[in-house]
């Protein structure tokens, strides 16, 4: 809020004594207020002129409280991929929290979260790799979306408790000479862009050895085409896309083993407070062991 200075008072005293503050002369002059009801009113109205900043100022300062606590007005923002089964995907035989198709443990554990704050979960699905982003512009309050804290990721958000452990498993073709990771030198690799499958195999062996595609299914289809030697991705959707898909096997030996968290925008340690407090809450209650259990069944 801009503050009046002490340059407003010069002014008036300016109107008074034009040969003082506005050189030889002047034609037109805005007189000052010479009696005491002019000097009233004029207090009147720079008194509701401050009064009107103050009520600006107080506003903008509680817009800001609530965004640090994340959701505007009543909401709390989600943003996900849903094309990560069995923790966010289209289901049309479903309903989800925020009234639209998309399902899964993710968008429960939210839902529960925005219960707990007293908040109506909204659910913005993205490309993977936009999720950040989203955050970042303050378009989502926070993501969960099968994400893994990772040193790159860190650099842009804070991630929350660990809410489920998850392994990165290999997805081969039933005829296919692959038996575990030590096989995977010189084969073409297929994975969702910007997943862990996606960051830990292009560390291992190199861009050229990996093909990125926008969904997990995609690149499923792509190994199915023989367009990639292998797919890397999380175990539980692997596991379905196995399920769907007639001629592929999931190898028992995993590639990788991490955890996943929530993401919100880093230094909104306000309402990473309450997603802890509330995650707490969950595991004691056993409602998170439920959750999971509603999608996960037992082999």
């Known amino acids: 809020m801009m503050k009046k200075s002490i340059l407003c008072l ?3 005293v300016c109107t008074v004594s034009l040969a003082a503050c ?13 009696t005491a009801a002019e000097a009233a009113d004029a207090t009147t109205a720079a008194e509701a002129d401050n009064a009107e900043d103050s009520s600006a100022e107080d506003a903008e300062t509680a817009e800001e409280t609530q965004a640090e606590a994340g959701g505007e007005g009543g909401t709390l923002v989600m943003a996900t ?35 707990k704050m007293g908040k109506e979960l909204v659910i913005e ?21 099968g994400m893994t804290v990772t040193e790159d990721r860190l650099v842009n958000v804070d991630f929350s408790d660990t809410y489920a452990t998850a392994v990165q498993s290999i997805i ?31 560390d291992d062996f190199g861009d050229d050895m ?12 792509a190994l199915l085409q023989g367009k990639v030697d292998v797919v890397i991705i999380d175990n539980e959707p692997a596991k379905v896309f196995v399920s769907e ?53 037992a082999e």
């Open 22 to 34: 506005g050189g030889n002369s002047a034609t037109e002059t805005t007189a000052a207020p010479t």
């Open 210 to 221: 990996v093909e990125r595609y926008l969904k997990g299914v995609d690149a499923v289809q």
């Open 125 to 145: 699905d993205v490309q993977f790799a936009s999720i950040i982003p989203e955050i970042l512009s303050g378009k989502a309050d926070f993501g969960a979306a």
């Open 245 to 297: 898909n007639e001629g592929l096997k999931l190898l028992d030996a995993a590639y990788a083993e991490e955890e996943y968290a929530i993401a919100v925008k880093k230094g909104n340690t306000e309402l990473l407070d309450q997603i802890n407090s509330a995650i707490a809450e969950l595991k004691e209650s056993g409602k998170l062991d439920e959750i999971a259990a509603k999608y996960i069944t």
């Open 10 to 12: 010069a002014a008036a």
């Open 81 to 115: 991929n849903a094309e990560f089964p069995p923790y966010e995907y289209h289901d049309s035989a479903m309903t989800g929290p925020d009234g639209s198709d998309i399902v899964g443990i993710d968008v429960e554990i939210a839902a529960a979260i925005a219960e």
């Open 172 to 202: 081969v073709t039933a005829d296919s000479e692959i038996t575990g990771p030590d096989d995977l030198e010189g084969k073409l690799i297929g994975v969702q862009e910007g997943t862990t499958g996606d960051l830990y195999s292009t």
